[in-house]
């Protein structure tokens, strides 16, 4: 951590010669913003650190100064950088202020609008785009008061990074209130400023889940019968894929975890490939937590009970071997049921061949999602492997019917509802 020397050219454009004031408040995660003031100086940013009293405790500003390469802010009343008003300076002369880690403090003060100290006065007086990559302890994350500040400051047109799931430094608790890693901060804060200056000035406009962290599955799960035969359902991934790609375009940091399909996989979104439905679930627990979870797969409900090891062989007297099935954990029930990870919005998709509104409705309840997008797969359908798709949207408000349409609009048309969902909250 002793090189500090200069960035190396290649990487990270939208980042060159960015002035990145770094707010770093009083969390054990400031330890990782001296290896976060590396990553944004790797990519050519200018970092500017403030540190709250809170942080000091933490490390300390001769650490934080060398890595940066800079002056360290730390007192609103400071003589000598506030003979020409300091603290209006820090917040208007940047291109991103970033606040990593941020505490449930902070962010209380922020949603508030309190400006006690140097880091509350700049961020009370910018109008740059502003980063958060909270960190505290699960249950300070998950109390409700924290919940609103986290909804106002989102309502204010702040973006969020994290936090993640894991185990905290500290207490060795498990849950979610890591802050994320420096290397998808710095990567965040990318994507950020490359937005079109335009986009950046209308963003809740033009990128309407910006800042958002969207889990989507797709595809079939391959469940092995032995080495070469597998139990699936036909699904061919389009609708999935095109809701990630869409979910991305609008802004969104997109997981998309995959069965095995051919669709090409979209840009800028990380796919997860797995095969079967016990992979399925745990990579989508390892991908959350999310604002939004969308449940495209079309998962295999049973499988083989046993794995022979070798290709089961025909033995000569002309009867078919027993398969014995046991039935797989279902995903989306999982995580509708589950206390932490359970998304703000969650979705499921209900491949129907009778009854579409009826089976939507049982599980809508029983799965707790909060909307279905129902359609019917029977086999005049074309909709299994085809382009087109006829949809209704079931939510315990009631029916949306969609005419029938390409799954790349579907996919459109169901992530301005998600924007708009999630902006009248
Ligand atoms: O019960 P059914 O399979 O029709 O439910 C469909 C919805 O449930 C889809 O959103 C699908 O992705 C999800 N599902 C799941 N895990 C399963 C079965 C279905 O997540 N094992």
Known sequence: MSDTGPPSPDEGPALRDKRVVLIISGGIAAYKSLDLIRRLRERGAHVIPIMTRGAQQFITPLAVGALAADKVYTDLFDREAEHDVGHIRLARDNDLILIAPATADLMAKMAHGIADDLATAVLLATDTPVLLAPAMNPKMWSHPATKRNVETLRGDGLFFVGPDQGEMAESGEA??????????????????????????????????????????????????????????????GKQGHAIAAAAAKAGARVTLISGPVTVAEPEDVTT????????????????????????????????????????????????????????????????????????LLLIGFAAETQNLVDNARSKLA????????????????????????????????????????????????????????????
């Open 366 to 425: 029983r799965k707790r999602a909060d909307w279905i997008v129902a359609n019917d797969v029977g086999p005049d359908t074309g909709v299994m492997g085809g382009d087109a798709n006829t949809v209704r949207i079931v939510t315990a408000d009631g029916i949306e019917d969609w005419p029938r349409m390409d799954k790349t609009e579907v996919a459109t048309r169901l992530i301005t509802k998600i924007g708009d969902f999630l902006s009248s909250r």
């Open 175 to 236: 849950g979610v209130g890591r802050m994320a890693e420096p290397l998808t901060i710095a990567d965040a804060a990318e994507a950020l400023l490359s937005q079109s200056p335009e986009a950046e000035r209308g963003s809740a406009q033009h990128k309407p889940l910006a800042g958002r962290h969207v889990v989507i599955t797709s595809g079939p799960t391959h469940e092995p019968i032995d080495p070469v035969r597998y139990i699936a359902n036909r699904s061919s």
């Open 272 to 343: 997860i490939h797995v095969e079967s439905a016990r992979d399925m679930l745990q990579a989508v627990k390892d991908a959350l937590p999310a604002d939004v979870a969308i449940m495209a797969a079309a998962v295999a409900d049973w499988r083989a009970a046993a794995d022979t090891g070798h290709k089961i062989k025909k033995d000569g007297s002309g009867a078919p071997p027993a398969l014995d099935l046991v039935e797989n954990p279902d995903i989306l029930a999982t995580i509708g049921h589950h206390d932490t990870l359970r998304p």
